[in-house]
């Protein structure tokens, strides 16, 4: 579906593609991570054929150096902060459905996939930005192509939008579409990816699942567990016999998790009969004392 070989692209001495090389297969849902300033999104630009490259790339059969607007026709786009004209939802459908030249039926389609079909007379500047963004997702569902890339899809999202903005996105991907998308957050690709190429300063450094990535990165979080004071030194007992970095801290005791299994030292406890009072996930690192 998508093949990239040696995609290098060059701004002067600045080098934003250092020769990546992949692979995408129909009906995956594939995370391009890094954090800003990777090449995530040039990567994308690249793939869509807006930007100039080196390399070879080729879309669903076609070399989009050679036919980029061929390859755009099979791809749908969501870019992170889409603009639209202040019309209603319902006429800048019609809108980009004259410039897509797609059927007067693709409107009432996109509108029921993305679930703004009870929105369709409000003007755009009445738009929430989780509703907005799913404009943008309808447009790129236009035509109906098999191929989606999306730029930081829920970045600018508050926290209720991104789970429903994500929830489309998986929809789709179980309906067959081929998902790309760029992301900094561990969250989104956790929930989105089925599989995650990671880069930085524009090189690949690591393909892996994304159950792999927080482990072979070394991004980790910490869960605050609280136990009835009989069970406290069991609890860490446990914990350090199944190879978990855990500490204790007054009347609780931090366990070092990875995104990808964070709540198992609870699953872990609730098998050795030790009730768990209350845990809390914790974004950032415990206060350094309190760290082993």
Known sequence: MIVAENLTKRYGAVMALDHLAFSISPGEAVALWGANGAGKTTALRCLLGLLSFEGKVIVNGIDVQR????????????????SFYDLSVAQTLHFYA???????????????????????????SALSGGMKQRLALAVALLNNPPILMLDEPTANLDVQAQRDFSHLIQNLNQAGKTIVFSSH??????????????????????????????????????????????????????????RYVCTPNGTSVYVRVNEGSKMAPLRLLESQAIPVEDFELLDQQPAQEALP
């Open 67 to 82: 036919r980029s607007k061929q390859a755009r026709a099979v791809i749908g786009y969501v870019p992170q902060e889409a």
């Open 185 to 242: 957050r561990l969250d989104e690709v956790l929930t989105l990816a089925k599989r995650v190429l990671v880069l930085a300063d524009g090189r690949l450094k690591l393909e892996c699942a994304p159950e792999q990535l927080a482990q072979q990165l070394e991004l980790y979080r910490w869960l605050r567990i609280w136990v009835h004071a009989a069970h406290y030194h069991s609890t860490q007992q446990v914990l350090r016999q199944n």
């Open 98 to 124: 004259r410039l897509k030249k797609a059927a007067e039926t693709e409107i009432s389609r996109v509108l029921q996939n993305v679930q703004l079909e009870e929105h369709s007379a409000k003007r755009v």
